[in-house]
């Protein structure tokens, strides 16, 4: 079954860091583009940050020099680790995976950044 599964979820001060994890099944790993996705309510899904499958990194211009991806192929695992955290990064966090015509999505995580 190819599935995609988030966690690593949750509330968070102001300036605080979370970790996010996806862990995919059913399809080989290593051969597929990966991405972080979020959407706020009332607002459209954008991309957060994206990762090739030889690690090379992309990122918004809002969380840039805040938020790492990477990827771990032997573990089947993108990871999303979030640093300083702002009230606007409160979202639901969707991870991503594409590979020709192949469009994959998680269920989605909630983060929410707030005091």
């Known amino acids: 079954q190819v599935q995609l599964v988030e966690s690593g979820g949750g509330l968070v001060q102001p300036g605080g860091s979370l970790r996010l994890s996806c862990v995919a099944s059913g399809i080989i790993f290593s051969n597929y583009y990966m991405g972080w996705y979020r959407q706020a309510p009332g607002k459209q899904r954008e991309l957060v940050a994206s990762i090739t499958g030889d690690s090379s990194t992309d990122y918004a211009d809002s969380v840039k020099g805040r938020f790492t991806i990477s990827r771990g192929n032997a573990k089947n695992t993108v990871y999303l680790q979030m640093n300083s955290l702002k009230p606007e990064d409160t979202a639901v966090y969707y991870c991503?995976?594409?590979?020709?015509?192949?469009?994959?999505w998680g269920q989605g995580t909630q983060v929410t950044v707030s005091s």
């Open positions: 991503n995976g594409r590979r020709g015509l192949y469009d994959i």
